[in-house]
């Protein structure tokens, strides 16, 4: 199927083909759909001619069935042949668009898998391919061809452009051709200017009807037209509305375009003016504009009334003015000056006030004061009253000021001035002061003439004298008349020159008795002579070691080049000898980085042009404090006085300089500070232990940094032994297999030496199996005997450990016995108590040889049983019971647990009893808010039944497999019974004897008994023999997050170690069996292993003779499995494991 389109002009046609009919078409596609459900299919799909499925109706008829075979064999055709067509297709068609004309216009057009010639149709007729379309200047086709785009570009739109337009693609030998949509394109014209079309050549009549045509050309589309009756718009009044007196005003007013045009006429208040012309022309929209001029002379009565120009029509009764205040100028009336009258005498320097006053005239007044004919700047504002204004002239007054003339004009825009004058009588001091020398070079010796000439004053003025402090007198002449009116006079002074007039200033003064002031001059002396040093000249000079010195020099000379030279130690100071030398300007030295080194005397020498001077100067250097002990360590007994001294080596050593500092932990009471010059003594009498250590002595003397030395103390005391429940007692297997370490610990100094006793006998260190090891550490000394191959017979016995020093000795006495269960703690006590909880302490006992742990039992009033709580970490001896209930009084006990067995409860079985507080206002609990009112993202419904799915299945599998697992299990079981009952027989006997509950032998848990694992508690009922007879029963009132254990409840506890501590040394121990003595109830799962690996070895005798009972089967084995289980006597071990002391 090819499209044939026609160039130059000629519209453009696309044959189509005859095809069958819809419904051929319809099971076409669906046959391609269902066999080739691909994209493959779908390519094809988008091949087929879509149009061609609408065509028009009238070619139905004429379909032919052999037309239909040859599409239908092309179709298939296709689908054998997927690759070998492209379909050209639209991927942007052009769209309807409206621009204003003169704008640009852009229609899209973009083409997939384009393989025709792509061009444009303007109303039926194409545009050609080229893109820049020749013959269409404001036509052109843009965007890239490589993506397919061909947009139409129309530039400067006209209305010929307003028509339809369309992108087609010619056909190719791989695809048919296309034609989009047609697209129309919308150009916008606004208005032009409106104008009227009307008859305006004949007069209109009043009355009549007329036809006036308003006409809006060139809009597209149509422009909407609105009539409205012109009046003016504005109304303008110009010209100046202000004029002096006897002027003529001249004003203007204008009206814009009106129809019927207005009349303009004046007033002035109520008074309408006349003398007026008026001037009309064509304005806008066929109206007239209104011009009125009016000619007025004004006078002062006029003044501030309202001058309106009006525009007014009759006929359609319309009425505008346009009002303003008329301002008529006038001069003022009467001026005069309120001032101090002229045969008063003023002070010169006084304030005078003098005020001009001026009233009438319009404006007011505008004031100026003029001195002397010469305008004065220094008058006030000007202000306004009432009747007039007022200007206020402030003088300070001067000599030029007496019998001066002071005028002050009043003007105002009148154009007329009017003034009033004033004169002041003024007393001055002279205005001026001159002081002259015979000589010009004055020298240390010489006599100096000096003449002062004082200029005009009023009244005259007497000359005087000064010299620093001195008053001298001159010689007088006769006065003379001067200016302003005044009198001058003339004086002379002698004067022999020193040193100390040097740069001094000698005052010539003219005084007047009438105003008691005068003025003065001074002429300064610039007398020569050798260098001089100051009276201030420091002759000490303090410095801190290490800053810069400075040593001032405060010389004076003149001429002022002075030349000085510094010496010390009688040797010259040269800056090339040492850098840190340095000489200021002022010949002052400077020395850097200064030492104590640089102490001493220093001595200057200066000289100018007039002679030579020399001085002395020393130099203090300080520096901070160095000390050291006089004697560390420092021993003393005992009670007795002890003595630290330290020594300071500092400048300056000042009182109180001293302070010592006890370094220990722990407050002691220090000793009297005292100090004697550079030495700092602490004494302490009565010296106790708590006295030795370390001391440090602090010594400042204001220069930082302090130092300070450490002095220790040592007290000299005889030796005391530690003896503490853990010292008394040391436990140990006695098989024969173990060791043993006996430990004896003393404090005291000096060193102690140890000796051992066994049952009062002096032990033999000989003896290979007796080893002692010493260790030292400060004030602590320990000793350990280490007992090898401990035998109950030969060692179950007192060992006596001696310690002694110089000063005394000390004994204890420590037993070794078998490995038992633990003793008792004590000094069970109260930490803290809260609403809900309770903190204990206590101290704890021998542990029996082996690892202990300890355990609370604790009951309320209300409660019928106890409640018990396992202290975790087992060593911890502070714990704190929570989960407690406010204001409720509780009863507390304590006991301690060992692999053997338990102690009694704390104190001889004491009772603690403890009320908690009640509970402290709080926010609501988070734990009882509804889990199902807080948000969270669940699992959508059906991944929950997914993973339910792929558990179940799970589970099914996993119960097969235990079920196979087991039969197998069993059968083999079956088989090897016959030949491992020995064995297992041994085996069970060891487990039974080795794993011991922790309740004294005897305490049973029932299998339905509820455990809260997470506070590690239990419940017990008191049914009589606590030690013996305690049996778990449950608890109904506990949360659900108990659990029931399925037998006898055994907490975990690792394997006690036992290890021989030293005071820096831990030995690892030797393998030996533990004392375990009594049955332990087998269950299916043990906390740990059996120790009868352990035991395997050693005890190979005892295990054929130990008989294990028949294990129970069924029900026979439950009740055995919950029964009580009594512990072998002690009768029935072996004598190694008995525990008898011996």
């Known amino acids: 199927m090819n499209n044939v389109a026609r160039h130059n002009g000629m519209p453009s046609q696309t044959k189509r083909p005859q095809d069958c009919s819809p419904v051929v078409h319809v099971f076409v596609m669906l046959l391609l759909l269902i066999l080739f459900p691909s994209s493959h299919s779908s390519h094809i799909l988008s091949s087929y001619s879509f149009p061609s499925l609408f065509m028009k109706s009238q070619h139905i008829p004429f379909m032919f069935p052999f037309q239909c075979a040859c599409f239908s064999f092309f179709f298939f055709f296709c689908l054998m042949f997927p690759g070998t067509r492209a379909q050209q297709a639209f991927r942007t068609e052009p769209k309807n668009l409206t621009v204003r004309m003169g704008a640009t216009a852009v229609l899209r057009c973009e083409v997939l898998r384009a393989s025709g010639t792509v061009q444009w149709a303007k109303d039926g ?68 200017k409106p104008y009227f079309d009307m008859d305006m050549s004949t007069p209109w009549e009043a009355g009549k009807k007329y036809t006036v045509t308003c006409v809006a050309p060139d809009a597209k589309p149509l422009a909407e ?86 525009a007014f029509n009759k006929g359609t009764h319309f009425s505008k003015t346009q009002s303003d205040e008329l301002s008529v100028y006038y001069p003022p009336q009467k001026v005069w000056i309120n001032a101090p009258p002229e045969d008063v005498p003023l002070r010169s320097g006084s304030t005078v006030h003098m005020v001009c006053f001026a009233t009438g005239g319009n404006p007011k007044a505008t004031l100026a004061w003029f001195k002397d004919g010469t305008a004065v700047t220094g008058a006030l504002q000007q202000t306004s009253f009432d009747m007039g204004v007022a200007r206020e002239l402030v003088v300070v007054l001067t000599a030029s000021d007496n019998m001066a003339s002071y005028r002050c004009d009043a003007t105002n825009k009148a154009k007329k001035t009017i003034s009033a004058y004033t004169k002041l009588r003024v007393h001055f001091t002279p205005v001026s002061m001159k002081i002259t020398a015979q000589q010009e070079v004055l020298r240390q010796g010489e006599a100096l003439i000096l003449e002062c ?51 001094q200033k000698v005052i010539c003064q003219a005084y007047s008795h009438v105003l008691a002031e005068g003025t003065n001059m001074y002429y300064k002396l610039n007398v020569l002579y050798p260098p001089e040093f100051s009276p201030d000249q420091p002759t000490e000079v303090q410095v801190l070691e290490d800053d810069m010195a400075v040593i001032p020099l405060l010389v004076s000379a003149n001429p002022e080049e002075v030349s000085c030279i510094w010496l010390h130690r009688r040797e010259k100071l040269v800056k090339e000898e040492d850098y840190r030398y340095h000489w200021l300007d002022d010949h002052s030295l400077e020395i850097r980085n200064v030492s104590r080194n640089d102490a001493g005397v220093y001595a200057v020498k200066c000289e100018n042009d007039e002679g030579a001077n020399e001085i002395s100067i020393t130099l203090d250097v300080q520096y901070a404090p160095s000390v050291k002990a006089e004697k560390e360590p420092v021993f003393v007994n005992l009670g007795e006085t002890a003595d630290l001294i330290c020594v300071a080596d500092a400048n300056p050593i000042i009182a109180g300089m001293f302070s010592w500092k006890w370094l220990g932990e722990e407050e002691v009471e220090m000793g009297e500070e005292t100090q004697e010059d550079e030495s700092g003594l602490l004494t302490i009498y009565n010296v106790t232990r708590a006295h030795a250590g370390s001391y440090e002595c602090l010594a400042n003397n204001g220069i930082e940094p302090p130092a300070s030395a450490h002095i220790r103390l040592v007290v000299q005391f005889k030796p005391e032994l530690r003896k503490g429940p853990q010292w008394r007692k040391v436990a140990s ?103 809900d909880s309770v903190t204990l302490e206590w101290i704890p006992g021998f542990n029996g040889g082996l690892q202990q742990r300890f355990r609370i039992r604790y009951c309320w009033d209300q409660s019928v049983s106890f409640l018990y709580v396992d202290v975790f970490p087992p060593s911890e001896t502070t714990f704190t019971v929570t989960g407690l209930q406010p204001v409720t009084t509780y009863n507390f006990s304590v006991n301690a647990l060992n692999a053997i067995g338990e102690s009694e409860y704390a104190d001889n079985n004491a009772v603690l009893t403890i009320t908690t507080k009640e509970r402290p206002d709080s926010d609501e609990d988070p734990s009882d808010i509804d889990p199902a009112s807080q948000g969270g993202s669940g699992l959508p419904v059906y991944l929950t039944v997914v993973l339910t799915a792929v558990l179940g299945g799970l589970l099914v599998f996993n119960l097969i497999g235990c079920f196979f697992g087991l039969r197998w299990k069993k059968r083999q079981g079956q088989t090897a019974a016959g030949s491992r009952d020995s064995v297992l027989d041994g085996k069970k006997k060891e487990d039974e004897g080795s794993s011991q509950s922790t309740a004294g032998n005897s305490n049973k848990y029932e299998s339905r008994e509820m455990i809260n694992a997470a506070a590690q508690r239990t419940l017990l009922v008191d049914s009589g023999s606590e030690a013996d007879s305690n049996v778990y029963e449950s608890y109904a009132e506990e949360c659900s997050h108990y659990y029931y254990p399925t037998g006898v409840y055994t907490p975990h506890l690792s394997p006690p170690p036992e290890e021989t501590r030293g005071l820096d040394v831990i030995r690892r121990p030797v393998d030996h069996l533990y004392e375990d003595v009594g049955m332990y109830q087998d269950t299916a799962a043990p906390s740990r292993p059996p120790p009868s690996v352990v035991f395997e070895h050693k005890l190979s005798q005892q295990r054929n003779e130990w008989r294990l009972p028949t294990r129970p089967r069924g029900a026979e084995r439950t009740r055995q499995f919950m029964a009580v289980h009594q512990p072998q006597r002690d009768s029935d071990l072996p004598f190694e494991l008995r525990g008898e002391l011996v």
């Open 125 to 192: 007729f194409l545009l050609g391919p080229e893109r820049s379309l020749p013959g269409f200047p404001r036509y052109s086709m843009i965007g890239n061809p490589k993506r397919g785009q061909y947009h139409l570009q129309i530039e400067d739109a006209q209305l010929e452009d307003d028509t339809q337009y369309e992108c087609q693609v010619t056909s190719s030998e791989s695809s048919s051709g296309i034609i989009s949509r047609l697209a129309w394109l919308d150009v916008r014209i606004p208005p032009s």
């Open 225 to 310: 037209i609105t009539l409205y009756k012109v009046e003016p718009a504005e109304l303008t009044l110009s010209g100046s509305l202000t004029a002096i007196e006897g002027q003529e005003l001249n004003l203007s007013c204008y009206t814009t375009s009106s129809n019927p045009p207005v009349d303009i006429r004046w007033w002035l208040g109520y008074k309408e003016l006349n003398n007026t012309s008026v001037a009309m022309e064509e304005g806008d929209n066929g109206g007239m504009t209104i011009m009125s001029n009016m000619t007025h002379r004004v006078s002062r009565e006029e003044h501030g009334m309202k001058l309106t120009c009006e």
């Open 733 to 835: 297997r006695g098989d024969g297999t173990s060791t043993a370490e006996i430990v004896c610990q003393a404090e005291g100094v000096p060193r102690v030496d140890f000796s051992w006793e066994k049952s009062g006998v002096l032990m033999d260190f000989e003896n290979p199996r007796y080893e002692e090891m010493i260790m030292r550490e400060g004030s602590f000394h320990t000793s350990t005997v280490r007992v090898v191959n401990v035998s109950a017979v030969l060692d179950y016995a007192v060992f006596s450990c001696t310690a002694r020093n110089s000063l005394g000795e000390d004994k204890l006495d420590i037993q070794l016995i078998s490995t038992n269960h633990p003793d008792p703690p004590s000094s069970f006590r109260q930490v803290s108590v809260g609403h």
């Open 453 to 503: 000439q004082a200029g005009s004053s009023s009244p005259m003025a007497n000359i005087s004298w000064i010299l620093g402090p001195l008053r001298l007198q001159g010689v007088e002449e006769e006065p003379r008349d001067a200016e302003f009116g005044g009198i001058s006079v003339h004086s002379s002074l002698s004067l022999n020159l020193t040193s100390q007039h040097h740069n």
